[in-house]
């Protein structure tokens, strides 16, 4: 399975963009899908992980502004970005089956200007 990730950009603070994912073979609804992001000289960080029947799982720092959902029959996931910060900037990657032994994407730049 490879993932190709898109939708990231240059936006201004509070701005709002849509990451989309999707998977070149099929996912199982059970397998957890998520976004990362890695700021320069920064760890990767998880942003929101969802696995289909439960609840999404959020980084402090974007709840109330990030949704991640999923689209099983397109083996895709989505992450609508809001009330966007400066500090939301990285490369984000998309994933699938968790950090330690999933795969990733190839990651999709969203820059917030101040």
């Known amino acids: 399975v490879q993932l190709q990730a898109s939708g990231g950009g240059l936006v201004q603070a509070g701005g709002s963009l849509r990451l989309s994912c999707s998977a070149s073979?099929?996912?199982?609804?059970?397998?957890?899908m998520g976004w990362f992001r890695q700021a320069p000289g920064k760890q990767r960080e998880l942003v929101a992980s969802?696995?289909?029947?439960?609840?999404?799982t959020y980084a402090d720092s974007v709840r109330g502004r990030f949704a991640i959902s999923r689209d099983n029959a397109k083996s895709s996931v989505y992450l609508q970005l809001t009330s966007l910060k400066p500090e939301d900037s990285g490369i984000y990657y998309c994933?699938?089956?968790?950090?330690?032994?999933?795969?990733w994407g190839q990651g999709t730049l969203v820059t917030v200007s101040s």
């Open positions: 073979g099929t996912v199982h609804s059970s397998v957890l």
């Open positions: 969802l696995r289909s029947g439960r609840d999404p």
């Open positions: 994933n699938v089956g968790g950090r330690s032994n999933g795969i």
